[in-house]
């Protein structure tokens, strides 16, 4: 099924992917038909023709963004994937750059110019006025994935002892306001922020109504200083839609809206995963053969590694598989079940650090939870192998031993699940970036030695 995405105008735009339009706008980049072009993209909304964008290749992306640079707008530089947007700066003319900068949010330049280098960053900010310049460039010089970066300089303020009518006049006569934002913020004579009023309330009103007296309950600030991903936190734990920046003294230096937020969730997100699964954070699809190389070759040296340790284990029951090579056949089957049985309790382990559903209130009870899962799972599988073990080779022994190491690889898998992530992030490291290998390392070794010491033990 389709899916639709719903422009401000109300019309209705199809996503990219799926619809032949990727091929279309190759066939007409290849003609350098850019008429061909601009007709097929007009009704598509700008974030589609940023998707499309990154499944062109270099090539075809280089000779795109020549023919369409005339449409180019800020919604689509914002947009773009921040892996191939210096590349696509780079071939847009300095005029058409410009224009779609200034139409840009704080924030947005913001995170446009701060993976830039040298004279693309240069164009990007010469092409700003003045005091949107420098905004920016105080922005920049906060820390990386602070608030500071993270927000907007453009706030509508009003003092606190505006009515709504004066404050409903004062908004409809200025022309310098944001095209989006949620909130009024009210400061006191020194520039501190005391509440803020939705706009909803504000149109709802009555004129003479007093803005104190419509505030909202959930409002708090945000020191510049914090943490992006504590920012995000507390957007998504207490509903927020949009909070004020502070600097140390208290007065206020910008906004944070929900949108921004969420992008950093779905960044660290991203990231989890890519780096549970041994890949480069920087990751695209739209990346070459050799950028992929590049990045996947430090984990896969890695795991050449520890990989190693499990064939030192294996070497040093090699009479007892010499003597009994059905072994060999069998050993994957405990190894690599404890290895998704790790993977899954690591998957849930490092999504509740991420959340701060786990912390270090529960981590006792998610430990001791994880145990008695892999107990149970150890326990049913255990039943499966005993009874394979017995039909199948009609050694009960065999089945036995089967049963016995499934059971302890279980338990081993489910609680490295959990207690290597906790362990890693009470060191300060991410727990996303290495306990995977850890986990696979551990079950693969230990289901290896169990495995094959009980078969020496008892069969031999």
């Known amino acids: 099924m389709s899916e639709i995405r719903t422009d401000p105008e109300g019309t209705q735009d199809e996503l990219v992917p799926g619809h032949g339009l990727v091929a279309e706008i190759a066939e007409a980049v290849d003609a350098d038909d850019a008429q061909r072009v601009n007709a097929l993209l007009e009704p598509v909304h700008g974030a589609d023709i940023a998707d499309l964008i990154e499944q062109?290749?270099?090539?075809?992306?280089?000779?795109?963004?020549?023919?369409?640079?005339?449409?180019?707008?800020?919604?689509?530089?914002?947009?773009?994937?921040?892996?191939?947007?210096?590349q696509v700066i780079e071939q847009l003319p300095a005029e058409v750059l410009a224009e779609a900068v200034r139409d840009m949010d704080s924030d947005d330049v913001v995170d446009l110019v701060e993976d830039l280098e040298g004279p693309e960053r240069e164009v990007v900010l010469a092409a700003l006025d003045e005091s949107?310049?420098?905004?920016?460039?105080?922005?920049?010089?906060?820390?990386?994935?602070?608030?500071?970066?993270?927000?907007?300089?453009?706030?509508?303020?009003?003092?606190?002892?505006?009515?709504?009518?004066?404050?409903?006049?004062?908004?409809?006569?200025?022309?310098?306001?944001?095209?989006?934002?949620?909130?009024?913020?009210?400061?006191?004579?020194?520039?501190?922020?005391?509440?803020?009023?939705?706009?909803?309330?504000?149109?709802?009103?009555?004129?003479?109504?007093?803005?104190?007296?419509?505030?909202?309950?959930?409002?708090?600030?945000?020191?510049?200083?914090?943490?992006?991903?504590?920012v995000a936190y507390v957007f998504n734990q207490y509903?927020?839609?949009?909070?004020?920046?502070?600097?140390?003294?208290?007065?206020?230096?910008?906004?944070?809206?929900?949108?921004?937020?969420?992008?950093?969730?779905d960044e660290e997100h991203e990231e989890d995963v890519l780096r549970l699964a041994g890949v480069g954070e920087d990751s695209h699809v739209s990346d070459t053969a050799m950028q992929t190389a590049r990045q996947r070759l430090p984990w896969l040296v890695a795991n050449l590694f520890t990989a190693s340790l499990s064939a030192m284990v294996i070497s040093l029951f090699e009479n007892t598989i010499a003597a009994l090579v059905t072994l060999a056949a069998l050993m994957p089957i405990v190894a690599s079940t404890g290895g998704i049985a790790g993977t899954q309790s690591l998957a849930v382990a490092v999504r509740g650090l991420a959340t701060r559903d786990l912390n270090k209130g529960n981590a006792r009870r998610v430990v001791v939870r994880e145990l008695f899962a892999g107990l149970l799972n150890g326990l049913g599988l255990a039943?499966?192998?005993?009874?394979?073990?017995?039909?199948?080779?009609?050694?009960?022994?065999?089945?036995?031993?089967?049963?016995?190491?499934?059971?302890?690889?279980?338990?081993?898998?489910?609680?490295?699940?959990?207690?290597?992530?906790?362990?890693?992030?009470?060191?300060?490291?991410?727990p996303a970036l290495a306990s995977g290998t850890f986990v696979t390392t551990l079950t693969d070794v230990m289901g290896f030695f169990v495995f094959l010491g009980l078969a020496t033990w008892v069969l031999l």
């Open 132 to 230: 949107d310049r420098i905004a920016v460039e105080q922005s920049l010089n906060y820390p990386e994935h602070s608030a500071g970066r993270l927000m907007q300089s453009e706030v509508v303020t009003a003092p606190e002892h505006w009515t709504v009518g004066e404050t409903i006049d004062f908004l409809r006569a200025e022309d310098w306001l944001p095209d989006q934002f949620y909130h009024v913020v009210l400061v006191d004579p020194k520039r501190h922020p005391v509440g803020h009023v939705t706009l909803g309330r504000l149109l709802s009103s009555q004129r003479e109504t007093k803005l104190a007296d419509i505030t909202e309950d959930s409002f708090r600030t945000i020191g510049v200083l914090e943490d992006e991903g504590d």
């Open 239 to 265: 509903h927020i839609i949009s909070t004020p920046v502070v600097d140390a003294d208290g007065r206020l230096v910008g906004v944070i809206t929900i949108d921004d937020a969420m992008n950093v969730l």
């Open 383 to 430: 039943a499966l192998l005993f009874a394979g073990g017995f039909v199948l080779f009609g050694d009960p022994l065999l089945g036995m031993v089967l049963a016995g190491a499934m059971m302890m690889n279980q338990i081993v898998a489910a609680l490295a699940g959990v207690l290597i992530p906790l362990l890693l992030r009470r060191l300060g490291l991410d």
């Open 56 to 86: 062109l290749t270099p090539q075809r992306r280089a000779r795109f963004v020549r023919l369409y640079s005339g449409e180019f707008d800020a919604e689509i530089l914002a947009e773009i994937d921040e892996s191939i947007r210096e």
